[in-house]
């Protein structure tokens, strides 16, 4: 059990890190439907953001994730708050 807790608990920290930041620690609104909507179109955006910073496309009329080729020797950069590949 200590070592799922070891295992999952850096992972779920991050996600939560990058759910609050930038000021988005406290609820926005009045109402559990209000505050629900506003989480859930937050993580949309938070994880496509991390779906274009891996290398999300659309050409042709369809979604592909095309690996740059540093991603595949292990080397850092593809951060969900590094920039976007499309914003150069």
Do not use: F, K
């Not at 953001?49 to 994730?65: P, V």
């Amino acid at each position: 059990m200590a070592a799922d807790y070891r295992r999952w608990r850096p992972p779920v920290e991050r996600a939560v890190a990058w759910l609050v930041q930038h000021g988005n620690r406290r609820l926005r609104y009045r109402g559990t439907i209000n505050n629900n909507t506003w989480l859930h179109t937050r993580a949309a955006a938070l994880y496509l953001r991390r779906l274009i910073n891996l290398g999300l496309t659309h050409t042709g009329g369809r979604w592909r994730l095309v690996r740059p080729p540093h991603s595949e020797q292990g080397l850092p950069g593809l951060r969900p708050d590094s920039p976007s590949p499309r914003s150069s």
